[in-house]
């Protein structure tokens, strides 16, 4: 029998990744900062660390401080969104020590979650990300041959390697973990929230970026 074949790749989640060029003038400020912050908050708070600090989370909105100026920044290049929507950004600084990580969770209640990573030595942990959808736990994809796979990413989990002035923005309620710091070092990183809101209000931040600039692509890296 001759069949026409296609398929339909509905509801992609797409995952948003750019690297800051020249990152290196500004990474040595944003650790002393991170360490700075740990200083005044030495308890931190419990979320989904375990063993590592992370901070309060904070409104990004002080131009005049160097983070929320340089997350600013960044999120002012972002090319994806209208600029008809506002972003309202809250962040919070991670420092996961040697054996600490990151259990499964995600972000409810915001549109976009994002990570930048400040310090990551060789085998902090990668961060992964699980398929929205329970088709996993079925036969289905264990049943598509690895071309179809591939081409379509299906993939049981999906990993980034944490690159120092990378920064990653996805889908809030995409679940997402962050492996075991296997490291002698400190992996230092920054998560922070978007909500966007409609209507015909200026993007919070500056639209020019003289200092830094970005190379924003479709994400490319490692499955599991």
């Not at 005049?64 to 809250?90: Q, S, Y």
């Not at 889908?171 to 002698?184: D, G, I, M």
């Not at 978007?194 to 003289?210: A, D, E, Q, T």
Request: proline fraction near 5%; include cysteine; aromatic fraction near 12%.
């Amino acid at each position: 029998m001759d069949l026409s074949y296609s398929n339909i790749n509905l509801f992609p989640s797409v995952i948003h990744q750019f690297d800051v060029n020249g990152f290196g003038e500004i990474q040595n400020q944003l650790i002393d900062y991170a360490y700075d912050l740990k200083k005044k908050e030495p308890e931190g708070v419990l979320i989904s660390n375990h063993g590592g600090w992370q901070s309060p989370d904070f409104s990004v909105n002080n131009e005049d401080d160097v983070l929320h100026n340089f997350i600013i920044n960044c999120l002012a290049g972002f090319p994806v969104i209208d600029e008809t929507f506002n972003m309202k950004v809250d962040a919070w600084v991670n420092i996961n020590k040697p054996g600490d990580y990151n259990i499964k969770h995600n972000h409810p209640g915001v549109d976009l979650a994002g990570v930048l990573w400040i310090k990551c030595p060789k085998d902090c942990g990668v961060i992964a990300f699980d398929p929205p959808t329970a088709f996993q736990s079925h036969n289905e994809l264990n049943s598509y041959i690895d071309d179809f796979k591939n081409q379509n990413n299906l993939y049981h989990c999906y990993h980034f390697n944490p690159t120092e002035g990378k920064i990653l923005v996805f889908p809030a309620h995409l679940n997402h973990l962050v492996q075991e710091n296997k490291s002698n070092e400190d992996r230092i990183s920054v998560s922070f929230n978007i909500r966007l809101n409609s209507g015909r209000m200026k993007r919070r931040g500056r639209v020019s970026i003289p200092r830094w600039n970005f190379n924003w692509s479709e994400y490319n890296e490692s499955r599991i």
